[in-house]
């Protein structure tokens, strides 16, 4: 696809090459001049363009667009259209005035708008290949078309030199936006460019040094990485678990909403299986109601969102609270997740699983002679009393041949030999049979159903207690779809453990080993490297335990997510925007070392980029706009300020109705298009969650779609965001490249220096950002008694004195 910048380099390269006297016809003019134009400068693609359409013997130069948006009308190179003079800095002129001053763009104008007319088409645009009248051929604000005004580039430099308006204009995005509308209206070609725009090389990657690097590594190995090593599990599971479902001090979110974490994902009126927390007691081996669903051969289904310890709490079963059961019990764990992602056929890779695993664990080989003479001796017995068995003492040979083939039969089957296996083998053993099936949540729908049905299957035809984890968005799709013929009685919530906890004992264990205190094979060959990281944990944990803004923020903005925020902090321990070389040095010369806060957010919003990228970064820039209008920067907030305030719009779980939500959002002057957009984006940006736990699934122009759901609440993310980010210098540093600037002459400002990162530049860009958003909230109309920008603004003014004062002190000495 075309860029703004590549269609302005081929514009400028297309200039250069015309002859300055040339006197084409239409049809050069179009092959050498409008082509270019069109395709290389302003990336329409060529099947999205129809040349010489014929309907009622009338024929169009161009028609722009699947389903036609906009007709251009091309006349001859040597037709130079005369433009009034006058003609304003917003290129903007009355048609009245083209039309009066020159024949041949009056007739040109005439016709364009016949054929928008006839074929149902908004936009017209009439072009000799150097010059180009845009207008609307259709409207439904009862002025006349040739009554309205026209967007005027005089010549290919004048274009050139408005070529950012041009490409919001006449691009094939700008076109499908009907941004020309707007344009006509305010004199603004819909949303500015963002500032990153600007920026060269945008987003650029900050490598990481040496340091970083080695960091990354290591903190990657002993946080993440390590406790999949067998060596090693049954220790972090004893030194690290922590019970979930313990509610965080530090939450920004009301306790209701985070007792309330898994409900109403079913409406009322629906028939569903009894939902209840599991329940996590020291050395309550299965609790009775485990043990229900599991004599009842009912899969024990463990529903929780992404990352909140579904896995841990079954291994922690296993090494801890009902060890002497998995250890006198045939226990066998399928990895759903990495391990079957190249399977093709699920039911195959888990049955190849099991007989892998009764192999490997048990010793005890499926396809042995010996073993399959034991399983099967009914049979065998059976066989012996039949027909064949007649041979048995006439012609051994044959009796054999006959048995072999009617063993062979029967193992061929192998889902029912291997349950046939593992049951005898269980019942001559007296051990139960355990079966998990996890990280089913990693994999598509498809693959979710078909572990739902994987598991009914074994829980009930193989007497076993067999265990699923599953994500509450694909349970409420299974039960609505009705692709299962049986759900469980009852499913097991597990909400996340406190962050703080984990986080610090993760951490004191990451240290151990780095120490050279956990005595592991595997991790021998790196201890002497671990020094460095040994003395950024260390600095670490004292920061975390002296800073409760620091769980703070953990604890909110991964929202209950164990493996995000396990996941942030290995990434903030190898952050290019994080300056490990002072910690450690400061740490080897005074033992000791403070991480402010803001160091945290700089990595949280920036993560390995000097810039933020909102494709990349956790966080969302909640003042970004999908339309020309300045009130839209405050919509996000306003949304999070509502669903955030105690009241009768919310129910007993924090939600408040999409419908109550939309009529607030409407009385303040927003439309169904910016509230929809902003509640889609809020939404897969975590930072309020559906009833249902939806999310929106993007279509090809990258616009996201799906239907509303019917209620809405705030989320612990969106709680940070809105109560601690909001108006942050950090923050308003980070986002002032990520938002449209509709002020132009403040626009022109934030433009100064602008590739600069040094403090000082980065100050003067916040501040100014700062001022052009209370300026935009002053121009407001009705605000919500709910939700003051200027007393949230002001909160975050002692983080700009901070700055501020470092500025200060660095231009002293």
């Not at 070609?189 to 600007?198: D, Y």
């Not at 033992?591 to 700089?602: A, D, N, Q, S, W």
Request: charged share 25%; proline share 3%; aromatic share 10%.
């Amino acid at each position: 696809m075309t860029t703004l910048a590549e269609g302005e380099a081929s514009l400028r390269s297309l200039i250069s090459k015309l002859e300055l006297d040339s006197d084409m016809n239409e049809a050069q003019t179009r092959f050498h001049i409008i082509d270019k134009v069109l395709f290389n400068c302003l990336g329409w693609s060529r099947d999205e363009v129809e040349v010489e359409k014929s309907e009622q013997r009338k024929f169009t130069d161009y028609e722009l667009g699947k389903p036609r948006l906009a007709i251009l009308e091309a006349k001859r190179e040597g037709k130079t259209f005369e433009i009034p003079a006058g003609l304003s800095k917003t290129l903007i002129s009355d048609l009245p005035s083209i039309i009066k001053i020159d024949a041949d763009s009056s007739s040109a104008i005439k016709q364009a708008q016949e054929y928008c007319s006839q074929r149902g088409v908004a936009i017209a645009i009439v072009s000799n290949g150097h010059q180009y009248i845009v207008f609307l051929a259709s409207r439904q604000d009862g002025i006349s078309v040739y009554e309205g005004k026209a967007v005027v580039f005089t010549s290919l430099s004048h274009m050139l030199e408005n070529f950012p308006i041009a490409w919001q204009l006449l691009s094939q995005a700008g076109i499908r936006e009907r941004n020309i509308s707007r344009y006509l209206a305010s004199g603004e070609s819909g949303i500015p460019n963002k500032l990153s725009s600007k920026l060269v090389n945008y987003p650029v990657v900050r490598y990481p040094s040496e340091t970083h690097a080695t960091l990354r590594q290591l903190s990657e190995l002993f946080l993440q990485d390590i406790i999949e090593n067998s060596e090693l599990e049954e220790t972090f599971f004893s030194e690290c678990y922590c019970n979930s479902g313990a509610l965080s001090k530090y939450a920004l979110l009301s306790k209701n909403i985070l007792e309330a974490r898994y409900a109403s994902l079913f409406n009322e009126t629906e028939s569903v299986p009894h939902v209840a927390p599991v329940k996590e007691k020291k050395n309550d081996n299965f609790s009775p109601d485990i043990l229900s669903e599991a004599i009842a051969r009912r899969p024990i289904v463990l529903l929780g969102d992404v990352g909140v310890g579904k896995t841990s709490f079954v291994k922690n079963l296993m090494y801890n609270s009902a060890h002497e059961e998995f250890k006198n019990a045939i226990y066998i764990y399928i990895d759903l997740g990495s391990k079957a992602a190249l399977a093709q056929d699920l039911k195959t890779f888990v049955l190849n699983e099991i007989e892998a695993q009764l192999h490997e664990k048990y010793n005890i080989d499926v396809n042995a002679f010996k073993f399959i003479k034991g399983i099967y001796a009914s049979d065998i017995h059976r066989f012996s009393n039949g027909i064949w068995g007649k041979k048995k003492e006439s012609n051994p040979d044959l009796y054999e041949t006959k048995l072999l083939e009617m063993l062979d039969s029967i193992t061929k089957e192998k889902d029912q030999h291997l349950k046939r296996c593992i049951n005898g083998y269980a019942k001559s053993t007296k051990k139960q049979i355990i079966i998990s099936l996890d990280n089913a949540d990693q994999r598509d729908f498809d693959i979710q159903q078909s572990a739902f049905i994987i598991a009914q299957e074994l829980a009930k035809d193989w007497n076993s207690t067999v265990f699923v984890s599953v994500r509450p968005q694909t349970f409420f799709k299974s039960k609505r779809s009705g692709a299962l013929a049986a759900y469980p009685h009852k499913i097991f919530t597990i909400s996340p453990p406190r962050i703080d906890t984990v986080i610090k004992k993760r951490l004191l264990f990451a240290l151990s080993m780095a120490e050279g205190n956990v005595p592991i094979e595997a991790i021998n060959y790196v201890r002497v490297n671990a020094g460095n990281l040994a003395q950024f944990l260390k600095a670490l944990i004292t920061s975390l335990s002296e800073n409760s803004e620091l769980y703070e923020f953990l604890s909110n903005i991964t929202g209950g997510n164990i493996r995000a925020a396990v996941e942030f902090v290995t990434g903030f321990i190898g952050s290019p925007n994080v300056d490990a070389e002072k910690i450690i040095r400061i740490m080897n010369e005074e033992g000791r070392y403070r991480i402010p806060l803001h160091e945290f957010t700089k990595s949280a919003l920036l993560g390995d980029y000097s810039h933020y990228n909102p494709d990349t970064s956790i966080a969302m820039n909640i003042y970004d706009i999908s339309s020309a209008d300045s009130k839209e920067h405050f919509l996000k907030p306003i949304i999070l300020a509502l669903l955030d305030r105690v009241g009768e719009h919310l129910d007993n779980d924090g939600f408040c109705q999409t419908s109550n939500l939309f009529e607030q959002m409407q009385s303040l002057g927003f439309t169904v298009d910016q509230i929809t957009h902003s509640l889609r984006r809020c939404t897969n940006k975590k930072l309020i969650e559906t009833s249902q736990r939806v999310t929106f699934e993007e279509d090809i122009n990258g616009t996201l779609i799906g239907e509303m759901p019917s209620s809405f609440r705030i989320t612990s993310v969106g709680a940070y965001h809105l109560k601690r980010w909001l108006s942050v210098f950090s923050y308003l540093d980070a986002m002032v490249f990520d938002t449209p600037i509709l002020d132009k002459d403040k626009r022109e400002e934030l433009m100064h220096d602008l590739n600069s990162l040094a403090i000082d530049s980065r100050y003067r860009r916040a501040i100014k950002f700062k001022e052009y958003l209370k300026k935009a909230w002053i121009d407001m109309g009705s605000k919500p008694s709910y939700f003051d920008f200027d007393t949230l603004i002001e909160d975050g003014n002692q983080t700009f004195l901070t700055v501020k004062r470092a500025i200060d002190s660095n231009g002293r000495s």
